[in-house]
């Protein structure tokens, strides 16, 4: 990784790379240290669906300004890996054709082991903890049941246990004929229409009100070219798959007791229904015997809590999180 100060924090610097993964694809990957000296601990963060890891750069100045080093990297089909697995929302190596046995699901965690790995090697002996947020906190379940070894804690934000509104076998059974006919790579609505009902109750100004309630910050992501796109059929169906896989209770069964896990969601987040697939995540999460598990829902916050009006106190209750259990 070569680093860049760009001068907004005196506290932090924000260093840019490549990770290249086990298949060829050349993963973005992003980092934040505090300047004075080793971290506490090190949070990865795995960001969401249609979106990429750069969003998060407020949050991770802020850790990094308690202590805390900061990694995260962008997906396949997301920000700057998006170019070398065929275009946003598109998750095929180059190599692959858009038609072989590639499942992006699996290749994704994978690419977040290999980042986690990478900071093992770089801090020996420093606490890792996963930051999953949305699709990332499905992402970082899935790892939190293959490769908790190398974990010191889990947070997920914006999360439900299972896809808002889709039938499994159903959404299966399309999106594995849409790939037979058009292949991995073909456009899909399958995300759009899955999430087109979010906005109902908002004031329709762009269609995505339902992420904060900071006009700022939805405008942000509007404007923004590496937001909001469409998501494949490949990516779909692997998507859909790994819901499936994670909520297998041999998956389940598969984190460790010892893991302290925190959930973290806004009441009026649309992706949760009601806050039902977040009780039906913790009950399962209990049932997986997990010991140290908390949870936290902000009144009247939307999806992205970290960009949310009521941000600083996410901030603080995070970061107390993280004091409590590696600091």
Request: glycine share 12%; with cysteine.
């Amino acid at each position: 990784m070569s680093e860049y100060d760009d001068g907004r924090d005196a506290t932090t610097a924000r260093s840019t790379g490549l990770l290249t993964a086990s298949d060829g694809v050349a993963v973005a990957t992003y980092g934040w240290q505090p300047r004075d000296g080793r971290p506490r601990a090190v949070v990865q963060i795995v960001h969401g669906a249609a979106e990429h890891a750069l969003r998060y750069e407020r949050f991770a100045r802020h850790l990094a300004a308690h202590g805390y080093g900061v990694v995260a990297s962008d997906h396949r089909g997301h920000g700057a890996t998006a170019p070398g697995t065929g275009g946003y929302g598109v998750a095929e190596p180059a190599d692959g054709g858009g038609r072989g046995g590639t499942d992006a699901w699996r290749a994704m965690v994978d690419d977040l082991k290999a980042v986690g790995d990478q900071v093992r090697a770089l801090h020996p002996g420093v606490p890792v903890v996963l930051f999953g947020h949305s699709l990332g906190s499905m992402l970082a379940r899935d790892y939190a049941q293959e490769y908790a070894d190398g974990l010191a804690g889990l947070v997920l934000s914006g999360t439900f246990r299972s896809l808002p509104g889709a039938e499994t076998e159903s959404a299966l059974a399309r999106l594995g004929r849409e790939v037979a006919e058009g292949g991995r790579a073909a456009p899909s609505s399958f995300v759009t229409e899955l999430f087109a009902s979010f906005n109902d109750g908002h004031r329709h100004r762009t269609g995505f009100e339902w992420l904060s309630r900071d006009e700022a910050e939805v405008d942000a992501y509007v404007a923004d070219e590496r937001c909001g796109f469409p998501f494949s059929a490949g990516l779909s169906l692997d998507w859909v798959r790994g819901v499936r896989k994670i909520n297998d209770p041999r998956a389940l069964a598969r984190v460790p007791a010892d893991l302290p896990v925190h959930v973290a969601v806004g009441t009026q987040d649309p992706c949760h229904q009601g806050m039902t697939l977040v009780y039906e995540l913790l009950e399962d999460l209990r049932y997986a015997g997990v010991r140290d598990l908390t949870w936290t829902a902000y009144d009247g916050a939307r999806h992205e809590i970290l960009n949310e009006t009521n941000r600083d106190e996410v901030q603080r209750d995070l970061t107390r999180w993280l004091d409590e259990r590696v600091g």
